[in-house]
C-alpha cells in the first residue's frame, strides 16, 4: 500500500486531532470561575463535569462525559486509518470519519448544554455553555474538528488510473 502525501496529512491530521480531544480529556480545566465567586475555586475538568452530569441526571451528559467523547475520537481516527486502505469503501470511510467528527463536535456542546441547564433547574447560575469555557472545551471542539478534516483528506486513489496507452 502506498501513500500520497494527502493520505499523509490526513493521518496526522486526524492523530493529531485524537490527541488534542485526549489531552482535553484527561489533563485540561474545562471551565475557569473566580475563586472568590464559586467554591469550585480553579474550575471544572472533564472528570469533574461528567460528576455533575451523574448526580444532576443529564443523560446525554452523563453518556458523553462516561465513555461517550472517547468512542467518538477513537471512532475518528480509526475511520482515518481505515480509509487509506485501497479499497472501494474508501470514500464512504473518509465520509463517515469526518461526520463523526463534527458530530463529536456537536455532542461536546450539546452535552454542555443540557449539563448546564439541568445545573440551571437545579438552582445554578443562568450563564451559557462559552461563559467561562477554557482551554479544555476549546481544545476538544478543535481536536474534534482538525480529527475531522484529517480524516476527509486523501488522494483520491490508492492506485493511479489506467490511460488508454497503458491498456494497449
Known amino acids: 500500500m502506498q501513500l500520497h502525501a494527502a493520505d499523509v496529512v490526513g493521518l496526522v491530521l486526524a492523530f493529531l486531532g ?20 464559586d467554591s469550585a475555586g480553579q474550575g471544572f475538568t472533564f472528570t469533574d463535569l461528567h460528576a455533575d452530569a451523574d448526580r444532576l441526571g443529564a443523560p446525554v ?12 475520537i477513537a471512532l475518528v481516527a480509526l475511520l482515518a486509518l481505515a480509509a487509506r486502505v485501497n479499497s472501494p469503501l474508501r470514500r464512504v470511510l473518509r465520509a463517515l470519519g469526518f461526520l463523526v ?3 463529536g463536535a456537536v455532542l461536546t456542546v450539546y452535552a454542555l448544554a443540557q449539563l448546564f441547564n439541568a ?6 447560575s443562568d450563564h451559557g455553555v462559552l461563559h467561562n469555557a ?5 481544545t476538544a471542539l478543535a481536536g474534534y474538528l482538525i480529527a475531522a478534516v484529517g480524516a476527509v483528506l486523501g488522494s483520491a486513489d490508492s492506485a493511479p488510473h489506467a490511460t488508454a496507452s497503458s491498456r494497449l
Open 101 to 103: 467528527g463534527v458530530a
Open 119 to 124: 445545573q440551571r433547574v437545579a438552582g445554578g
Open 18 to 37: 485524537a490527541a488534542l480531544a485526549a489531552t482535553s480529556f484527561r489533563t485540561l480545566r474545562w471551565y475557569s470561575v473566580d475563586a472568590a465567586s
Open 134 to 138: 477554557s482551554t479544555g472545551v476549546w
Open 61 to 72: 451528559a452523563t453518556a458523553y462525559f462516561d465513555k461517550l467523547a472517547w468512542g467518538l
